[in-house]
C-alpha cells in the first residue's frame, strides 16, 4: 500500500499536541467563516501567509490557509478526512503538499497528490482545484530537488483531462544561472521569502482571479422607472 495515499495523524513528537490544536482551530474557523478560497497543504503555504504578498494579493481573496509546516501527503489527507473540509464551500481549494514526503518515491508523492485530489472533489464537487507545482529546494542542485521536478511533471500529465483541476508552474526565477537559489528568495532554502512569495506566487494569484471572475454571476440590468 502508498504510504503516500493513506490518511496518517502526525505523530506529537514534542509532546505539546501543537498538529492537533492547529487542526482543530481550522474545524473551528471552517464553521465559523464563508471563505472563497481555501490553501491546504505544508510549510510553504503556510509561510506564504506570513508575507507581504498574502496581504496584497490573497487576504483581500477571502481566503482560509489550512496549511500546517512539516506536512506529507499522508496528513493533508487525514485532516480532509477528519472535518477540515466538511463545513465549508469555497470556490477554489490551492493545494501544495509533498516536498517533505522525503522517503518516498515519486511516484508515491504523486500518488498522494493525486488522492488528496479524488478526497477534495468528493467532498467539494463543484470546487475547482489549483496545484501550484512543488517548488526546488536547496541552495545546491541535490536529489530532492530533481524528485519534487519529477513529481511536478507526473501531476502535471495525470490532471490533463480532469474537470476544474489545473497546475500552475510557480518556480519562475528561483533558480540562477549557476542552478542555485538564493537566501533572498527563500530564507532557510526551503520556503520563501517576500521576495521570494511575490515572484512565485504571482502566477497563482492571476489564476485565481480569473477563475473568481469567470464564476461570478452576472448582474441583471434594472430597468430604469419611467
Not at 493513506?6 to 514534542?14: A, E, F, G, H, S
Not at 489550512?66 to 464551500?89: A, M
Not at 482545484?129 to 502535471?156: C, F, S, W
Request: hydrophobic share 35%; aromatic share 6%; glycine share 4%.
Amino acid at each position: 500500500m502508498n504510504p503516500c495515499a493513506v490518511p496518517t495523524q502526525r505523530p506529537d513528537d514534542d509532546g505539546d499536541e501543537r498538529w492537533i490544536c492547529i487542526h482543530r482551530r481550522f474545524i473551528s474557523e471552517s464553521r465559523e467563516k464563508d471563505p472563497d478560497v481555501i490553501f491546504l497543504g505544508d510549510c510553504v503555504l503556510e509561510t506564504l501567509q506570513d508575507t507581504e504578498t498574502w496581504n496584497q494579493y490573497f487576504a483581500p481573496m477571502h481566503c482560509l490557509n489550512f496549511s500546517i509546516r512539516g506536512d506529507r501527503t499522508e496528513n493533508v489527507l487525514w485532516r480532509i478526512e477528519n472535518g477540515e473540509l466538511d463545513n465549508v464551500k469555497p470556490k477554489i481549494v490551492v493545494l501544495h503538499v509533498g516536498t517533505n514526503n522525503i522517503e518516498n518515491t515519486a511516484e508515491q508523492i504523486a500518488d498522494g497528490i493525486m488522492e488528496i485530489v479524488c478526497r477534495i472533489r468528493a467532498k467539494l464537487p463543484d470546487t475547482y482545484i489549483v496545484l501550484p507545482t512543488l517548488l526546488p529546494r536547496g541552495q545546491l542542485p541535490n536529489k530532492l530537488r530533481d524528485k519534487n521536478a519529477e513529481v511536478n511533471r507526473m501531476v502535471k500529465e495525470r490532471v490533463i483531462g480532469l474537470n476544474q483541476v489545473q497546475t500552475v508552474c510557480i518556480d519562475k526565477g528561483l533558480l540562477q544561472t549557476d542552478n542555485t537559489i538564493s537566501h533572498h528568495d527563500m530564507f532557510d532554502y526551503k520556503n520563501l521569502t517576500n521576495s521570494g512569495a511575490k515572484k512565485t506566487f504571482e502566477p497563482v494569484h492571476d489564476l485565481l482571479s480569473q477563475i473568481l471572475n469567470e464564476n461570478e454571476p452576472e448582474k441583471d440590468l434594472l430597468t430604469p422607472s419611467e
